[in-house]
């Protein structure tokens, strides 16, 4: 079952300039930042709106590489769904792994992403 839209990613150049961005213009309140590592290191952050809600994922680009925009979704059964998912269609991008929490209620999360039909990278948290 989904639960919820849990966050949609955006890539950004300039990640501090991004970053105020959603605080300062849009009352965003930046509650987890970490460091990707990777030459050179990179950072993500978790940004909440005001009233709470879907969190936007800031990642840092640098280079060529980095991660793409993606929206994801939290899950009860994180096996069940990629399954349900897979049998109508989509295709495994990366199976389910466990994840870094960003809050306590996420120890023991495991994460999957998937392709959907337009080629849409959907990823999966539960």
């Known amino acids: 079952m989904i639960r919820r839209i849990d966050h949609v990613s955006i890539p950004a150049r ?24 990777g030459h050179p290191p990179r950072r993500i952050g978790y940004l909440r709106p005001p009233d709470g809600g879907a969190v936007i994922e800031l990642v840092e680009l640098v280079g060529s590489g980095g991660t793409g925009y993606h929206y994801c979704l939290e899950v009860a059964d994180l096996d ?21 929490p960003r809050e306590p209620r996420e120890m023991g999360w495991r994460r999957a992403v998937l392709a959907g039909p337009a080629d849409e990278l959907i990823e999966l948290r539960g």
Request: hydrophobic residues 40%; aromatic residues 12%.
């Open 80 to 100: 069940a769904e990629v399954e349900r998912l897979t049998a109508a269609g989509l295709r495994v991008v990366q199976p389910p792994a466990p994840t870094e």
């Open 14 to 37: 300039d990640y501090a300039a991004a970053s105020r961005f959603y605080q300062d213009v849009l009352g965003f309140h930046l509650y987890s930042e970490k460091s990707l590592g």
